[in-house]
């Protein structure tokens, strides 16, 4: 079974077209697929899926607060090349994070914290604001 890398995502605001920027980030546009695991899917550079949810289960570990995210793509090599799964993750987070509309945090299999970014107009705050969810 291969490991994976998860980027943790939540908009600024409900205007922000998350797929447009992902596809833009992947360098291919992502499919919608009718799976219980994962609501989109495109592949990156040949070798490496991204699988997006646009809802998540995780709740806060290791100091990172995951329920305030609204989606995860998890990022995974089909030839397990980790070098190049890092590589494609790090690339989406930069994308997304010159966009200045996302938090974004960058994990290992849900228990190495990699990288983060926020939105140029929150300053410090690095985790996007509790939300209230149903």
């Known amino acids: 079974m291969s490991s994976s890398h998860y980027l943790f995502l939540q ?74 799964q890092l590589a494609v993750a790090r690339r989406i987070v930069r994308h997304l994070a010159d966009t200045k509309r996302y938090w974004v945090v960058l994990v290992y299999e849900l228990q190495s914290y990699i990288e983060s970014a926020a939105p140029g107009e929150t300053g410090s705050q690095i985790w996007p604001p509790a939300v209230s969810r149903p």
Do not use: K, W
């Not at 605001?13 to 992902?22: A, H, K, M, P, R």
């Not at 989109?40 to 070798?47: E, F, I, R, S």
């Open 11 to 84: 908009p600024v605001d409900s205007g922000v077209d998350l797929l447009v920027d992902l596809g833009t980030a992947c360098g291919s546009e992502l499919r919608r697929v009718d799976n219980e695991y994962m609501d989109h899917v495109t592949t990156v550079d040949g070798g490496t899926r991204a699988e997006l949810r646009l809802s998540h289960p995780f709740e806060e570990d290791q100091g990172i607060p995951f329920e305030r995210f609204q989606a995860v793509l998890e990022v995974r090599d089909i030839d397990r090349d980790m070098d190049r």
